[in-house]
């Protein structure tokens, strides 16, 4: 147990929905909150590593304007008009919302978004692809290379590494496609370069490809088996205390059931997606608990031995040891844990592939609002 108190953020995959995490990380800088750790899978750990290995002094200037270049890049920014909340009855403000996501989705499945992933079937791919014109053969369709070279002009890699002096320590976790066993990569321990970003973000069911990081290790997104690093955190760093800022991009409660198939398969996905961490926070506090438990036997223990036995004597050295190792090796406390949660005013399944302006730009901003509220709520308490 530590008197150091790590300031922790985490954020989830999400597509698109990762802008919301922006305008988070953007509230907490202009508030002079200090990160110490930073983790996040897919989407979110692109994010997190332009944060930690940001090439600029003000890391949130660098991810916004990350954020806004995507948006730029998407080839189906649509001019939808903008109908007056005071005229326009909620259902119909519903459907313009859930067409303009979908349409913007089908767009990016067809023609990509040159700042984020090219499809394999575009003709500059025949060259290079010796399997172009062999569907059958095929185990991706979108190449998302071009979302690390976007990142690549914020990122500078030589802090991602062990005395890289990174703005936070970074975590990203991926999968291993062969075993299903989570990939850690840590910039305290090992240097991050593109290929962890890919691997990272490589998630299948957008048809993106898996990552060869070391010889035969084959990575895909880490959300397929969390979406929430936060266990990853303790893991990594289990003696010092922590002050947790977790962001939301599912929602974890909505106030009613869904309406229709579509919003049925929004709320499952969100479901999958929301984070499941719990558990690791009560198993944390636990061990907590018996720490200190067992700190208190421990002293009293050793105020009180007077044995002059030579075997108990080496018995209670043994104790002495494996005590040292529990809590040199455990009990990090969670001093806080803000949720930071993304409101869905109007839930759309295909709202994590809308890469456009308009709602780029108004997650940011949610993301802002939402994380001073809550900032203000903690001083207030």
Known sequence: MSNTIENVLILQGGGSLGAFGCGVFKALANNNIKIDIIAGTSMGGLKASIIAGGREDHPEKALEQFWLELAEGNSTNLNFPDYPTSTVDSSTLTRISQAKSTMSFYGSALHGNKKVFAPRWRPEHFFTDSHYFIPEKWTYLYDHS???????????????????????????????????????????????????????????????PWVEVEKGIYAWDGSLLSNTPLREVIDASPV?????????????????????????????????????????????????????????????????????????????????????????EHGAEIKGLHYITRTEHIPSLYENADFSLPTIKNSIKDGEIKTNQILKDIEMS
């Open 146 to 208: 071009p979302l690390v070279k976007t990142a690549e002009k914020y990122i500078d890699y030589n802090k991602l590494q062990p005395n890289g002096n990174p703005n936070a320590r970074l975590i990203i976790t991926a999968v291993n496609v062969l075993t299903a066993e989570p990939l850690i990569f840590d910039s305290a321990k090992q240097q991050i370069t593109s290929k962890h970003i890919l691997a990272t973000t490589g998630y299948p069911t957008y048809y993106f």
């Open 240 to 328: 010092k205390d922590k002050r947790i800022y977790l962001v939301e991009n599912y929602p974890k409660n909505i106030d009613k059931l869904p309406d229709n198939l579509q919003e049925g398969q929004h709320r499952a996905r969100d479901i999958m997606f929301s984070d499941k961490t719990l558990h690791n926070i009560q198993m944390s506090k636990t061990i907590t608990y018996y720490l200190r438990l067992i700190d208190d036997l421990y002293k009293m223990l050793e105020d009180h031995f007077g044995s002059e036995k030579k075997e108990d004597k080496a018995k209670f050295e043994k104790i002495r040891a494996r005590y040292k190792k529990v809590s040199e």
